[in-house]
């Protein structure tokens, strides 16, 4: 039995049969029939109660940089460490990935969810994506286009996807780089910030806002933001006039799940060792101890709050893993 507590970042005390760590293409096992998990820093995961099965812990490493007259081509294998990537890269002068600093996890979970955050998303620099598929060890190169990435999304998430373990990541940032300010507080930056400017301000509004892991348990956002019909929202509107909104396009609009959480008043509520987030109530912690179920009561509440006063249903960003998989709120 291998003890996960310090394998995804809310900190549960829970356990999986065995754990293979997969340092390279090659080194994927041959796999029984039982559940599998592939998981790369466990920071978008919470494992809410014993894994009957195998977790397949990515660790491939490595980093190399090709270059086109107009690009750098970086090729990352999958179990770098996100931010550590980011750092490396504005060291190098390689610019484009500075406003996604301090997203904790691997890179090769970057592309699932397609990372996002302060106006950029992985998508905006991904050129392929290389996997394997667990039962037939076919490796296939997945171009940008081939991942359908949306906000929070992409084809690895759908139907029968989860079968690809990614080992590598290409990314392709333009030499001629032009930095991106037009979230929220990156405005103050004006009009040309160096990219090492933007980075260290992504860093500096993070650290204020969302809880370290390493010090209280969490897996960031755990809902993600409801896409609404420009209708509907405007029906919300004429009730609640100062919710916020970010158009998507002409027939959709965003609209922060922080802010139906935080209408409601759950900043700073606890259920036994959870406590809604009081800086950012759109983060659920385990600030001491907490349990599964108070986690699981918390999150059921919020969202039948926001269904119940809104009329908005609240889809969880986090992959909560039972004994044998993935597991619905
Ligand atoms: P894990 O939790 O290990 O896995 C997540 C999912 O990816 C699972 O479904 C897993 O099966 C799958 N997976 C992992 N590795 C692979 C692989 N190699 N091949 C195939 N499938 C794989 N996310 C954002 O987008 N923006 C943010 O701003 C952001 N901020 C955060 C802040 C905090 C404090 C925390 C704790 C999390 C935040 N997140 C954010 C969420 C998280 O950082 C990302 O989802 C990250 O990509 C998860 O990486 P991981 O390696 O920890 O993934
Ligand atoms: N808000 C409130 N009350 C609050 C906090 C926020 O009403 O206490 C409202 C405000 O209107 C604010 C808005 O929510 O303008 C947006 O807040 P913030 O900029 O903090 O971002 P978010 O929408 O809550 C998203 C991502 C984060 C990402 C940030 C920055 C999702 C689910 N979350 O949060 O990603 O870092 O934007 O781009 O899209 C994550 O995915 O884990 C994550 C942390």
Not at 195 to 203: H, N, Q, S
Not at 206 to 212: A, E, M, N, V, Y
Not at 216 to 230: I, R
Request: hydrophobic fraction near 40%; aromatic fraction near 10%.
């Amino acid at each position: 039995m291998i003890n996960l507590a310090s394998y995804h970042t809310f900190g549960f005390q829970s356990s999986a049969q065995s754990l293979v760590e997969i340092e390279s293409l090659k080194s994927v096992p041959e796999l029984d029939d039982g559940p599998q998990y592939v998981l790369g820093d466990g920071s978008n995961t919470v494992f809410l109660e014993d894994f009957e099965g195998t977790i397949l812990k990515v660790s491939i490493k490595g980093v190399s940089v090709s270059e086109t007259d107009t690009h750098y081509v970086v090729s990352v294998g999958a179990g770098e460490n996100w931010h550590r990537l980011v750092v490396w890269l504005l060291e190098q002068g390689i610019y484009g990935a500075e406003n996604l600093a301090l997203i904790p996890g691997t890179v090769g979970a970057s592309p699932i969810q397609n990372i996002g955050a302060y106006g950029r998303e992985l998508a905006d620099f991904c050129h392929s994506v290389e996997a394997v598929h667990l039962d037939t060890r076919e490796v296939h190169l997945y171009q940008a286009q081939d991942c359908h990435f949306s906000y929070r999304d992409s084809i690895f998430k759908h139907a029968g996807m989860h079968r690809w373990m990614i080992t590598r990541v290409q990314l392709r940032f333009p030499k001629q780089w032009q930095g991106v300010t037009d979230y929220g507080e990156l405005k103050s930056l004006g009009s040309n910030p160096s990219a090492r400017e933007i980075f260290d301000t992504v860093v500096k509004i993070r650290k204020q806002k969302l809880p370290d892991p390493q010090v209280v348990g969490n897996a960031g956002s755990f809902f993600k933001n409801p896409y609404l019909s420009v209708s509907e929202y405007a029906v919300l509107k004429t009730r609640w006039p100062t919710i916020p909104a970010f158009v998507v396009n002409d027939t959709q609009v965003k609209v922060p799940a922080a802010w139906f959480i935080d209408t409601l008043g759950f900043k700073g509520k606890t259920v036994g060792g959870i406590i809604c987030h009081q800086q950012q109530p759109l983060v659920l912690a385990n600030f001491h101890a907490g349990e599964p179920q108070d986690l699981l009561q918390l999150a059921r509440e919020i969202k039948q709050r926001v269904s119940e006063e809104f009329g908005v249903n609240l889809e969880n960003e986090v992959r909560l893993i039972g004994a044998r998989g993935a597991v619905e709120l």
